[in-house]
């Protein structure tokens, strides 16, 4: 069995001085996958990607990167050896263009990235639309788009998402689903936290419940979607 790509293995910490939030907590993701993480409220699910980035204190287990062990490093370290972290709020600069907002993504490189910014113009084609208007006068669904894409400027080995669907509609939900299928496939591991556990479920290559910070079921997205306990306890039957 090779490491996966990106792991959380065995996690136990919380933020600061505060008590542990997540007790020996694994979550893994490889090239090509698209990883979820699920739960009730308070599970602690964003806690478990934000450990990953290194958000919080990790008092026990690691995290490794590409066979390398990244747990005492910062976020902005992390980002230098190839994460993309999209948070769920505060995630774009509101009166920046959609194009200004895409260039600060690119703070990390010393390269020509217009190519880049040409490449996610094609994956969220409304950006390309809208890119002289500020980032701050778009719909929820657009302003994520503009966040996902800031992220894809770093030219990322892996991305994680902080419930990259809350507060849209179903409609603009699905589209957004749909353009990270599409980053997935370019290669790009995703590791995704999402309030919308069927529809996370439905895309998942690889998926987590975590329930009090702990690992409750792994397995695939079909796996727990068709796990009885699972569908009672978290799906609605």
Same mark, same amino acid.
């Given at each position: 069995?090779?490491?996966?790509?990106?792991?959380?293995?065995?996690?136990?910490?919380?933020?600061?001085?505060?008590?542990? %939030?997540?007790?020996?907590?694994?979550?893994? @993701?490889?090239?090509?996958?698209?990883?979820?993480? @699920?739960?009730?409220?308070?599970?602690?699910?964003?806690?478990?990607?934000?450990?990953?980035?290194?958000?919080?204190? *990790?008092?026990?287990?690691? *995290?490794?990167?590409?066979?390398?062990? %990244?747990?005492?490093?910062?976020?902005?370290?992390?980002?230098?050896?190839?994460?993309?972290?999209? /948070?769920?709020?505060?995630?774009?600069?509101?009166?920046?263009?959609?194009?200004?907002?895409?260039?600060?993504?690119?703070? %990390?490189?010393?390269?020509?990235?217009?190519?880049?910014?040409?490449?996610?113009?094609?994956?969220?084609?409304?950006?390309?639309?809208?890119?002289?208007?500020?980032?701050?006068?778009?719909?929820?669904?657009?302003?994520?788009?503009?966040?996902?894409?800031?992220?894809?400027?770093?030219? /990322?080995? @892996?991305?994680?998402?902080?419930?990259?669907?809350?507060? *849209?509609?179903?409609?603009?939900?699905?589209?957004?689903?749909?353009?990270?299928?599409? *980053?997935?496939?370019?290669? %790009?591991?995703?590791?995704?936290?999402?309030?919308?556990?069927?529809?996370?479920?439905?895309?998942?290559?690889?998926?987590? @419940?975590?329930?009090?910070?702990?690992?409750?079921?792994?397995?695939?997205?079909?796996?727990?979607?068709?796990?009885?306990?699972?569908?009672?306890?978290?799906?609605?039957?």
């Amino acid at each position: 069995m090779t490491e996966p790509f990106l792991i959380g293995d065995n996690m136990t910490g919380g933020y600061g001085r505060g008590p542990d %939030i997540l007790h020996n907590c694994t979550i893994a @993701v490889n090239p090509g996958e698209i990883a979820v993480i @699920v739960g009730p409220n308070g599970a602690g699910k964003s806690t478990a990607m934000k450990a990953t980035f290194g958000m919080l204190n *990790v008092r026990s287990g690691s *995290v490794r990167l590409d066979g390398e062990d %990244i747990t005492n490093l910062s976020p902005q370290e992390r980002v230098i050896k190839g994460m993309g972290f999209v /948070p769920q709020v505060r995630n774009i600069f509101p009166s920046m263009t959609v194009e200004e907002n895409l260039e600060m993504g690119a703070y %990390i490189r010393t390269d020509d990235f217009r190519s880049t910014i040409e490449q996610i113009y094609d994956l969220f084609p409304i950006l390309r639309d809208k890119r002289n208007q500020a980032a701050g006068e778009l719909s929820g669904g657009q302003r994520q788009q503009v966040a996902v894409g800031r992220a894809l400027m770093t030219q /990322p080995k @892996v991305l994680l998402l902080d419930e990259p669907t809350a507060g *849209v509609s179903p409609v603009v939900m699905d589209e957004l689903f749909d353009r990270i299928i599409e *980053v997935s496939r370019t290669g %790009i591991p995703i590791l995704m936290v999402e309030q919308n556990a069927k529809q996370a479920l439905e895309i998942a290559d690889r998926a987590y @419940v975590l329930v009090q910070g702990a690992n409750a079921h792994t397995g695939t997205g079909k796996e727990l979607l068709a796990d009885p306990e699972v569908r009672r306890s978290f799906l609605g039957g």
